[in-house]
């Protein structure tokens, strides 16, 4: 079964300053995505970015970028220029090409501050 | 992107009683799932809302506990039954199209907050 990652329970940035986000996967798959959702304390999960497993290039959106190693599993997202609005709960996801459910397995999640 | 709306937005019950939430969604959507988030936590699906047939749960969640229908490709509701202060929780309504672009993407709704006392 594939699981998700995040060992940072919580980190902080000052602002304009960059901060990466780590982020660990497992699975036997070849075929997958994986995303950044951002979750502020309104609640509602926006999606900030996504990896094709199949792409060797790694995405950007504007302030934010993905490091995906595939052979190590490893997926963070680097947040450049960090604003005030960027504090919120982030939550890698993974999910599978293969399986025909579409459903999503999240890490644990990572609370990140952003210091005035 | 979908915009997703839930109702109650939160909600506050009594041990022993059920709620139900409903999800509505502005277009039609392929699939439809309910995740539940407890304080501080991550998600954890709770089932496949399957248009037309029953839901499809995963391992820890039963029919009986949390009943799902989904009548057409825009609604859904989840039922929290005979609920107790462990039901305590965020319920989360996402979707995701098939077709087109942002292919197999989920979009969340808003959440509705759940208190049992």
């Known amino acids: 079964a594939q699981t998700v990652t995040q060992s940072q329970p919580e980190m902080s940035v000052q602002e304009a300053e960059t901060v990466t986000l780590s982020c660990t996967y497992d699975?036997?798959?070849?075929?997958?995505?994986l995303f950044w959702y951002k979750q502020p304390p309104s609640r509602q999960m926006i999606l900030v970015i996504r990896?094709?497993?199949?792409?060797?290039q790694n995405a950007t959106e504007n302030r934010f970028s993905v490091n995906f190693q595939k052979a190590a599993k490893s997926f963070s997202l680097k947040i450049s220029d960090s604003q005030l609005g960027d504090a919120a709960m982030y939550f890698c996801?993974?999910?599978?090409?293969?399986?025909?459910?579409?459903?999503?397995?999240f890490g644990t999640g990572t609370r990140l501050k952003v210091l005035a | 992107s979908a915009v997703i709306s839930q109702k109650p937005s939160r909600d506050i019950c009594q041990r022993g009683t059920s709620l139900t939430i409903q999800c509505q969604v502005d277009?039609?959507?392929?699939?439809m799932f309910w995740y539940r988030q407890q304080p501080g936590q991550s998600l954890t699906l709770i089932a496949t809302?399957?248009?037309?047939?029953?839901?499809?749960?995963e391992s820890g969640f039963v029919i009986d506990k949390f009943p799902i229908s989904r009548p057409n490709l825009t609604f859904s509701t989840l039922t929290v039954s005979n609920m107790s202060p462990e039901d305590s929780s965020i319920y989360l309504c996402?979707?995701?199209?098939?077709?087109?672009?942002?292919?197999?993407?989920?979009?969340f709704g808003p959440g509705t907050r759940l208190t049992v006392l």
């Open positions: 996402s979707v995701t199209r098939l077709a087109g672009g942002l292919m197999g993407e989920q979009f």
């Open positions: 699975t036997s798959e070849s075929d997958y995505y």
């Open positions: 990896q094709e497993a199949y792409k060797q």
């Open positions: 996801a993974y999910r599978s090409d293969t399986s025909g459910t579409y459903k999503y397995i």
């Open positions: 277009s039609q959507v392929t699939m």
């Open positions: 809302a399957n248009q037309g047939s029953e839901a499809t749960y």
